[in-house]
C-alpha cells in the first residue's frame, strides 16, 4: 500500500509502484492488468487506484448524478442532467496512452470517488489535464492521489506538459501565471481566446508544491476553471478522428 506523508510524497511498501500492477506492453496498447493499487492520502483517507475500463459506464454515470449541481456546473460549464451514452463511451473507452484516465475507489464500497485523466493535445509532448471528485471527499487530498499516479503514467507515455485552459480570467488565475515556476513555458492563447498555462510534468512526489499542484488548489478553492468537459471532449473526438 502507498502511504503519503504529510509532504505529499508516496512511500511504497514492498517497493511496488503503479506500473508494477498494471503496465504498458507497446504505445497504444491496452493495460496489461488493470489491479487495483492501494494509497493513503495525508488526510488517512484509504483509496484504490486504477486505469479506468469500458465496464466502468454505470461507475461513471452514478459518480456523475452525485455531484452537486455547482460542481457539474464547474465541470461542464452548463445545467446537465446526465452523461450520454457517447459521453459515457469518450470516458472509458481509451487507448491509456494518448488517453489515460485513472479512478479513485473507497475500497471499502466500491463507490467512485474520484477521477484523473489526460487527452494528448494537437502537440505530441503536451497533453490536456483534468480532476473530478465528488463532493464528500473533495479537499482530502484525493486529486493529488490521482495526479501523483497520473504523472508517472503520463512520463511513461512520452508526455512533458500538462496544458491547463483557465476559464476565467480572475485574479487568481493570473497570480498562477505570474508565479509560475522559473524555467516553465510562458502562458499563451488558444484557438478559443482563452489562456493556456503550459505546466511542465513534476518530479514524483512532487505535486503538491509544483505549478500543477498550485492550478489544482485554485480549482478545488473554486478560484478558478480549467479544462471543462468540453475542452476535453473536443480533445478526445480529434484523437478518435471524429
Known amino acids: 500500500m502507498r502511504h503519503r506523508t504529510q509532504t505529499g510524497h508516496i512511500n ?3 517497493g511496488r509502484n503503479l506500473d508494477d500492477v498494471v503496465t504498458l506492453d507497446s504505445p497504444g496498447a491496452q493495460p496489461a492488468a488493470t489491479t487495483a493499487e492501494p494509497v493513503v492520502t495525508p488526510a488517512g483517507l484509504k483509496l484504490l487506484i486504477r486505469p479506468i475500463r469500458p465496464e466502468d459506464k ?4 452514478d459518480g456523475f448524478e452525485r455531484l452537486s449541481a455547482r460542481s457539474r456546473y464547474r465541470r461542464f460549464f452548463r445545467p446537465l442532467d446526465r452523461l450520454t451514452g457517447r459521453d459515457l463511451a469518450y470516458l472509458t473507452e481509451i487507448d491509456h496512452h494518448d488517453h489515460e484516465a485513472l479512478v479513485a475507489l473507497d475500497p471499502a464500497t466500491g463507490q467512485l470517488i474520484g477521477v484523473a485523466r489526460y487527452v494528448q493535445s494537437g502537440e505530441p509532448d503536451y497533453a490536456e489535464v483534468s480532476v473530478v471528485v465528488g463532493d464528500p471527499w ?3 487530498g484525493v486529486a493529488t492521489a490521482l495526479l501523483e499516479c497520473l504523472v508517472e ?31 516553465q513555458p510562458p502562458p499563451r492563447r488558444s484557438q478559443s481566446g482563452h489562456l493556456e498555462l503550459l505546466m511542465e ?25 480549467v479544462n471543462p468537459y468540453r475542452v ?3 480533445a478526445i473526438r480529434r484523437l478518435r478522428g471524429e
Open 12 to 14: 511504497r511498501v514492498g
Open 138 to 140: 473533495q479537499r482530502r
Open 153 to 183: 503514467r503520463a512520463r511513461a507515455a512520452g508526455i512533458t506538459h500538462f496544458v491547463a485552459l483557465v476559464m476565467d480570467e480572475n485574479t487568481e488565475a493570473l497570480k498562477l501565471f505570474e508565479h509560475r515556476a522559473p524555467g
Open 232 to 234: 476535453t471532449r473536443d
Open 58 to 61: 454505470p461507475l461513471i454515470a
Open 201 to 225: 510534468l513534476p518530479a514524483p512526489g512532487r505535486v503538491r508544491e509544483s505549478t500543477l499542484g498550485r492550478v489544482l488548489q485554485a480549482v478545488a478553492h473554486g478560484a478558478i476553471v
